[in-house]
Every structure is written in structure tokens, then in C-alpha cells.
T-cell receptor
Framework: NAGVTQTPKFRILKIGQSMTLQCTQD?????MYWYRQDPGMGLKLIYY???????DKGEVPNGYNVSRSTTEDFPLRLELAAPSQTSVYFC?????????????FGSGTRLTVV | DAKTTQPNSMESNEEEPVHLPCNHS???????IHWYRQLPSQGPEYVIH???SNVNNRMASLAIAEDRKSSTLILHRATLRDAAVYYC???????????FGQGTRLTINP
């Protein structure tokens, strides 16, 4: 059982470039999330989705876009990368029961924008 | 979202029990208390969660105060591998998302 899989693990982008961070889960979870973690800080929620076709903004959505066309996949798109987006990005998922269920996190994508 | 307060850091010795406190004085009746930990260079890992009663699993125990305004994560016999940042988070039924604070950085001495 793979859980939550994120690709790539590492990426260096130049300012102004775009990229998509991939996230896939095989647990049939309805809820999926994208967080970012800056050095020495806690995680901040970027976007989340409660099911295919439904997405909503978190605390820090500016500069990012998401889509959820299937239950399994929740890609995060960075348009016009900026140095402020240098961070570690974590994807997570949870079952439909929400609060009474633990979240499963991926191992992260470390992104550097230069 | 209801807030939690945790010490910035704690230190303990290997093979001893560790009690990690969390205060959540504004907790509401539908808030579940979740604990996650993050080992160095890894994603957060679910540890345990509860609503009103104490909970035990293979990783840890969660002791919840009777008034639910505080809780304690108990690691019964710490190992070096338990060195991590531990996050106490209130997850409200229907809120659909976890909001992370700064957590407690736990150091385990050999």
C-alpha cells in the first residue's frame, strides 16, 4: 500500500518558470491537501479538496492553482515561480469522516527557486 | 479555529517516559485532539487522536483532561528515533482541514 506519493522529490526552478507538483493517493480518500513548510516553521495550508471537482483556498493560496479531476490525484501548479515559493511542499489525504480520522502525508517535494 | 499552546522545546533521556503537554482552553465540543510528529527531513506522521476519553495505540497514549482544556501525549519509553517536532492540533468536525502551529521540538539524549 503506497499511501500518498509525491513527485518529484527535488526540483530547482528559475524565476518565472512554471511546474506541476504531483500527488497521488491509493487509499480512496475524499479529502486531499497541499501544505508548504518554510525552514524552521510549521506547515501552512495552500489548497484543499473535499472530493473530485471541488477545491478551496487555504491560508496561503496566492501563486498556486489546483485541480481535482479524480479521487486519486491532486496536482499543485506553480505559475511564474518566485523566490518566495522556495519551500518544502507536502501533500496529504484523509477519509470522508474528516475530524475523526488521521491524515496521511507524503514525503514532500523540496523546491528551490533561483 | 481554536488554538493550541505547546512548549517550544523539551528534552528527555532515552528509555524514559516523555509527557508532552498541550493547552487548548478554547476547545469546542466538536473538536478532536490530534497529534502528529515530524521527523527530520520527513513529512508529518499521524500519532494519535481523541475526543473525550484517553486513547492508546502502539505509538503513544493520549491523556485528555476532564474539562478537555488540555491534553498530554505520552511516549512510554522514548528512543532516539522519537526525536521530532510534535504538533498538537484541534480538528473540528466539518472544518475539513488541519491547521498546524509551531509544535514542540523533542530532543532525546542517549
Amino acid at each position: 500500500n503506497a499511501g500518498v506519493t509525491q513527485t518529484p522529490k527535488f526540483r530547482i526552478l528559475k524565476i518565472g518558470q512554471s511546474m506541476t507538483l504531483q500527488c497521488t493517493q491509493d487509499m480512496n480518500h475524499n479529502y486531499m491537501y497541499w501544505y508548504r513548510q518554510d525552514p524552521g516553521m510549521g506547515l501552512k495550508l495552500i489548497y484543499y479538496s473535499v472530493g473530485a471537482g471541488i477545491t478551496d483556498k487555504g491560508e496561503v493560496p496566492n501563486g498556486y492553482n489546483v485541480s481535482r479531476s479524480t479521487t486519486e490525484d491532486f496536482p499543485l501548479r506553480l505559475e511564474l515561480a518566485a523566490p518566495s515559493q522556495t519551500s518544502v511542499y507536502f501533500c496529504a489525504s484523509s477519509s470522508w469522516t474528516g475530524a475523526n480520522y488521521g491524515y496521511t502525508f507524503g514525503s514532500g517535494t523540496r523546491l528551490t527557486v533561483v | 479555529d481554536a488554538k493550541t499552546t505547546q512548549p517550544n522545546s523539551m528534552e528527555s533521556n532515552e528509555e524514559e517516559p516523555v509527557h508532552l503537554p498541550c493547552n487548548h482552553s478554547t476547545i469546542s465540543g466538536t473538536d478532536y485532539i490530534h497529534w502528529y510528529r515530524q521527523l527530520p527531513s520527513q513529512g508529518p506522521e499521524y500519532v494519535i487522536h481523541g475526543l473525550t476519553s484517553n486513547v492508546n495505540n502502539r505509538m503513544a497514549s493520549l491523556a485528555i483532561a476532564e474539562d478537555r482544556k488540555s491534553s498530554t501525549l505520552i511516549l512510554h519509553r522514548a528512543t532516539l528515533r522519537d526525536a521530532a517536532v510534535y504538533y498538537c492540533i484541534l480538528n473540528r468536525q466539518g472544518a475539513q482541514k488541519l491547521v498546524f502551529g509551531q509544535g514542540t521540538r523533542l530532543t532525546i539524549n542517549p
